[in-house]
């Protein structure tokens, strides 16, 4: 076990121990609780390969972490690994100012340099949404999403009183770039199918469209609507 969670066969070889600079090979797969794949993250070298993307997140649930190391013998600073996280329905929440990501399914493929992931399924601001992941050439990582929102949720996380004329269900996408701890969060939506009851031109029916912005960073507690 490793930090609470079961592993699985784990296999370890040396291919040739004679060449100029043998490598031991080391793969693996673990199965158990979302938080603890988290810990793990945290605490081993992965945090640091991955740009400390996972630092500070909480999550429930279960999930599969595989991971396979290249570790040179003569130059253990070069080890390369690559290595996955399967979510089995896991909810995970990367700050407490932002919303959780809830029944999560899909999986998150990293190596010593980048985290990417397509096409993972979640729940997210009461409704459901697409999530895709990829590093970039400056080391952030960026975070893409689409998907429906309810607006009691954009109520609750965003806390603006002016949000309680708002009603129903709105389309959106979403951009989140997170860099050494720091995150900016951009929501967008063309307001369809959400009713304004505020007087004109500022209120409008659920068929019309209203675009509608919203940017949110940990930075400088900055916040526009």
């Not at 985290?115 to 990582?141: E, K, Y």
Request: glycine share 12%.
């Amino acid at each position: 076990r490793i930090l609470g969670a079961r592993m699985g066969a784990v296999v370890a070889a040396i291919p040739d121990l004679f060449q100029s600079n043998p490598q031991l090979r080391v793969e693996g797969q673990v199965d158990g609780p979302t938080q603890e794949f988290l810990r793990y993250l945290e605490l081993s070298p992965v945090s640091g390969w991955i740009g400390r993307f996972t630092e500070g997140a909480r999550g429930t649930g279960e999930g599969r972490l595989s991971l396979r190391l290249g570790i040179p013998l003569a130059k253990t600073e070069a080890t390369t690994v690559a290595g996955g996280m399967q979510f089995l329905g896991s909810q995970i929440q990367l700050d407490p100012d932002m919303p959780a990501f809830s029944q999560i399914n899909g999986r998150l493929d990293f190596t010593e340099r980048t985290v990417s992931a397509r096409a993972i399924q979640t729940q997210l601001l009461g409704g459901g949404a697409t999530v895709g992941v990829q590093t970039r050439s400056d080391g952030a990582i960026q975070v893409s999403a689409q998907g429906n929102a309810a607006t009691r949720e954009l109520r609750r996380l965003l806390d603006m009183p002016q949000l309680a004329r708002l009603s129903g269900t709105l389309p959106w996408r979403g951009n989140l770039l997170v860099r050494r701890g720091a995150y900016e969060l951009t929501l967008d939506s063309d307001l369809r199918g959400v009713a304004i009851d505020l007087p004109a031109p500022l209120g409008k029916a659920a068929s019309e469209v209203m675009p509608l912005r919203i940017e949110r960073t940990n930075v400088s507690d900055a916040e526009t609507l």
